[in-house]
């Protein structure tokens, strides 16, 4: 959605405030699930404090996909855009302070939003981002080994490393936290293995 891009269109400053009263904020504890994989989302989520990742079960394992921070909003799109049970759950990994709008709102907000003259222009842009984001994971997942992807996390996206918790680090690697042991160890000597 747009909201989390208020910095970079400041025009959607009056959206946000008109859209405020029908957002519920919600202060919450970590591991709290705020949308459970296979159930409908019918929120869009901006998070204002903490951290959020989203999840799915792989035959009783936790695979984590992407980490959310301050000022992002997500929701499981496909599910909903097609209210179609979603693919991951949603999860805040810290203490977090969220805001949900439900569908309808976003529905009417977008309708409203379609009449600002960038509007396309912002979307496309958006779409574009965030694509190019999606691919890019996609491409260094089959790509880059175990090492490459948290010694990219180290170079590209520090804050990770930081405030996410190294068993879902590992998950989002695809490797046990023993093998993430190894790879730091490697780092910490300066002998990485690409």
């Known amino acids: 959605m747009l909201f989390h891009f208020r910095t970079q269109f400041p025009q959607l400053n009056p959206f946000w405030d008109k859209y405020l009263e029908y957002q519920q904020r919600l202060e919450i504890p970590a591991k709290t699930i705020l949308l459970e994989e296979g159930k409908v989302s019918g929120q869009y989520i901006f998070i204002e404090k ?3 990742r ?14 959310f921070f301050e000022n992002e909003g997500l929701t499981s799109f496909e ?6 049970p979603g693919l991951f759950s949603i999860e805040t990994i810290e203490p977090s302070i969220v805001y949900l709008l439900p569908k309808s709102y976003v ?7 379609s009449h600002e003259p960038d509007f396309i222009q912002m979307i496309l842009r958006l779409s ?7 691919i890019n994971e996609f491409v260094s997942f089959i790509r880059d080994t175990p090492e490459r992807r948290y010694q990219k996390l180290l170079n590209e996206r520090p804050h990770i490393i930081q405030r996410v918790p190294q068993h879902y680090i590992a998950s ?3 490797v046990s936290t023993v093998h993430l042991s190894r790879i730091k160890s490697k780092l910490a000597k300066g002998k990485p293995h690409f």
Request: charged letters at 20%.
């Open 79 to 84: 599910s909903f855009i097609n209210e179609t």
């Open 172 to 174: 989002y690697l695809g």
């Open 54 to 67: 989203a999840v799915f079960n792989n035959n009783g394992e936790d695979k984590t996909v992407q980490f």
């Open 50 to 52: 903490g951290c959020v």
């Open 107 to 113: 529905i009417q907000l977008v309708d409203e939003l």
């Open 128 to 134: 574009a981002a965030r694509q190019t984001h999606y």
